[in-house]
Each structure stands twice: as C-alpha cells, then as structure tokens.
C-alpha cells in the first residue's frame, strides 16, 4: 500500500461545472502523476508533479490544471467539464530512485 | 508507429495452460520497462520488472530485447485468478513518466 488516496470516488457532474479531485498521499513521495484511463486509449498522463509547486503537463493536459502546493496532495482541476472528459482518473506516485510508479484507487468522473 | 504496441485481445485459455504476451515499443532510449496487472474497475498493480537479462517470478517469465524493442512476459500453469489486463510499461526518458500500452485482456477458463 502506497499510502495514496483519492477523492472523490465517483462523480457525477454537468457540463460546464468546474469540477477539482484530489490526490493525497501520506508517504512525502516528491513524484506524482494524474492519468486518465479510456476503453481503446489505454492511460494516458495528464500532468505530473516532481515537487511542491513544480509541475509539468503530460500527453493530454488540454481542459486540465493541476496545484501542488504541499508534498501530501496533488489536486486535479478541470475549469469548464465536458462530456470528452468522462473518464476514470487514475493518481500515482514513485518512489525516490525508482520508475515504478503506484497507483490510487480512481475516480470515475462522469460529466453529463 | 505508437510508444508502446501490444497484442490485441482477449487471450481465452484454460486453467493450466501458457500463454505469452508480447510488446513493442518506439523510444530507444527508454530505461526501464515493466509489467502491470490491472483487474476489472481497479487501479494497475506492478507485476514485475522487466531486466536485459531476463527474469522470473514464479510462474511469469519476462524478456527484454533492446535492440528489438521487445517486451514479453510468459505466464505458465494459469489460474482463475490471472484473468485480468496485462500493461506493458515503459519510462520516458524525463522525469520518471511512464508509457503504457493499451493493455491485453486474459481471460482464463475453468
């Protein structure tokens, strides 16, 4: 156990609602990461964060920002949600000298 | 050509038999590489790294082929309890950031 929780677990939301969801982890990891995991797309990254206030985007960070600013979460914001961001969203982190990378439960987001 | 390329599935076998996955991937410079399962509506779990010069871990066997970017994990006398997806990982050379295929589904029957 990675010590990583996310929140909320499922939401449901409109379109056009901002919409904020958090990742907390208990362990001080200085890397964590937003993905987001579609049938046909496989996961994809959104941002990352390799430290409090130093983040970085990722392959699909269009409509998302993120925050960082303690170590122990990492908040995932979409400003204006849109039905395209329907997805489950995975939160991980790595350990310090290592690739491997652990993943939170999920949040399965759902914008109608 | 994608990062990373695996088998489409799903793989249908029975209990007690073996069954190979195999995976590309583009990006030469790639460092490390490894397997994830991941379970149904769950979040994917490290199965195992994936080293030059092979390596074993019970029933699974993975290979590593840099100078043919080829992945491949073998799993022999399957379980029930295998059935799940099988991600193929590999890093981007920046900031530990991960690729990850699109997964291959293992369905394992009685």
């Known amino acids: 156990d990675a010590g990583i929780t996310q929140s909320p677990r499922h939401k449901v939301t409109e379109t056009g609602t901002p919409v904020t969801l958090r990742c907390h982890q208990t362990?001080?990891?200085?890397?964590m990461y937003w993905y987001r995991q579609d049938p046909g797309h496989g996961l994809r990254l959104i941002h990352y964060?390799?430290?409090?206030?130093?983040?970085d985007k990722g392959e699909v960070s269009d409509g998302y920002s993120v925050s960082r600013s303690k170590t122990e979460d990492f908040l995932l914001t979409l400003e204006s949600a849109t039905s395209s961001q329907t997805s489950v969203y995975f939160c991980?982190?790595?350990?310090?000298?290592?690739?491997?990378?652990?993943f939170g439960a999920g949040t399965r987001l759902s914008v109608l | 050509r994608k990062e990373v390329e695996q088998d489409p599935g799903p793989f249908n076998v029975p209990e007690g038999a073996t069954v190979a996955f195999n995976c590309t991937y583009s990006?030469?410079?790639?460092?490390?590489f490894f397997w994830y399962r991941q379970d149904c509506r769950k979040e994917p779990k490290l199965l195992m790294s994936?080293?030059?010069s092979g390596n074993e871990d019970g029933r699974f066997t993975a290979q590593l082929n840099r100078a043919s970017q080829y992945i491949s994990l073998l799993i022999r006398d399957s379980k029930l309890s295998d059935s799940a997806t099988y991600l193929c990982?590999?890093?981007?050379?920046?900031?530990?950031?991960?690729?990850f295929g699109k997964g291959t589904m293992l369905l394992v029957s009685p």
């Open positions: 990006n030469s410079a790639s460092q490390s």
């Open positions: 964060s390799y430290g409090v206030k130093d983040t």
């Open positions: 994936v080293y030059s």
């Open positions: 990982v590999v890093t981007r050379p920046r900031y530990s950031t991960l690729t």
């Open positions: 362990e001080n990891h200085r890397y």
């Open positions: 991980a982190i790595s350990v310090a000298g290592e690739n491997i990378q652990y």
